[in-house]
């Protein structure tokens, strides 16, 4: 399996971005569909976005479209999720999973990091 260890979030006022990153090891990610999903304190975890293993293809859920943009860079083993226009109902703790294909649903992916938290103030 892939071990996936995600950096970058933090407190920011609503209105800000912030990019968060996912590291991968163990494995190369480039046969690998990426994700993002997010959970808040109460809250099922929820799909953010994905995108395909050579990165042709992304999927946004709709709260998100248009503010959040995933990427991934192969030859670094790296994911990325540019967040903007950030709301406080973005406020959870992200997670980046690996999985074998696109998908939305949590149980697609097999790989998951600790997750990194974003924090939105109004």
């Known amino acids: 399996q892939v071990q996936l260890v995600e950096s970058g979030g933090g407190l920011v006022q609503a209105g800000g971005s912030l990019r968060l990153s996912c590291a991968a090891s163990?494995?190369?990610?480039?046969?690998?569909?990426m994700g993002w999903f997010r959970q808040a304190p109460g809250k099922e975890r929820e799909f953010v976005a994905v995108?395909?293993?050579?990165?042709?293809?992304?999927y946004y859920a709709d709260s998100v479209k248009g503010r959040f943009t995933i990427s991934r860079d192969n030859a670094k083993n790296m994911v990325y999720l540019q967040i903007n226009s950030l709301k406080p109902e973005d406020t959870a703790l992200y997670y980046c999973?690996?999985?074998?294909?696109?998908?939305?649903?949590?149980?697609?992916?097999?790989?998951w990091g600790q997750g990194t938290q974003v924090t939105v103030s109004s």
């Open positions: 999973a690996a999985g074998q294909r696109m998908g939305t649903v949590a149980a697609g992916f097999g790989s």
């Open positions: 163990g494995r190369t990610i480039n046969s690998y569909a």
């Open positions: 995108i395909s293993w050579g990165g042709y293809t992304t």
